[in-house]
C-alpha cells in the first residue's frame, strides 16, 4: 500500500527557512514524479513544485526562487527546501504524485509563517 508521510513544518518567523521531509513507501518510489502541494485555510490546494523520476524540477511562480524541491531515491524521500518564507506561505503542505492521486493524501505538515 503505497503511502506518504510528511514532516518538518513548524512555526517560523517572515525571512526564515523550513526544510519539509516526504517519506514513502509502498510504490517503486524511483519511477514516480512527484509534488508537494498545499493549502491555505479557505483556499483550494494548489501545486508549489514537482520533480521528475530524472530530477527535473519545476515550480510555481509564487515560489520561484525561494523553494527548492529534490528528491534522494535510495531514502525514498523528497524534499522541499523553503526559504524567505513569507506570512502568505502559511499552509498544509503536502507531498504526492505528479500528478496527484486522490487516494494518496496524508496528514500534511503545517507551516505558519508569523512574527
Known amino acids: 500500500q503505497v503511502q506518504y508521510v510528511e514532516s518538518g513544518g513548524g512555526l517560523v518567523q517572515p525571512g526564515g527557512s523550513l526544510r519539509l521531509s516526504c517519506a514513502a513507501s509502498?510504490?517503486?518510489?524511483?519511477?514516480?514524479?512527484m509534488g508537494w502541494y498545499r493549502q491555505a485555510p479557505g483556499k483550494q490546494r494548489e501545486l508549489v513544485a514537482t520533480?521528475?523520476?530524472?530530477?527535473?524540477?519545476n515550480s510555481a511562480d509564487s515560489v520561484k526562487g525561494r523553494f527548492t524541491i529534490s528528491r534522494d531515491n535510495a531514502k525514498r524521500t523528497v524534499y522541499l527546501q523553503m526559504n524567505s518564507l513569507k506570512p502568505e506561505d502559511t499552509a498544509v503542505y503536502y507531498c504526492?504524485?505528479?500528478?496527484?492521486?486522490?487516494?494518496?493524501w496524508g496528514q500534511g505538515t503545517q507551516v505558519t509563517v508569523s512574527s
Open positions: 504526492n504524485r505528479d500528478p496527484p492521486s486522490r487516494w494518496l
Open positions: 509502498g510504490s517503486i518510489f524511483s519511477l514516480d514524479a
Open positions: 520533480i521528475t523520476r530524472g530530477g527535473s524540477t
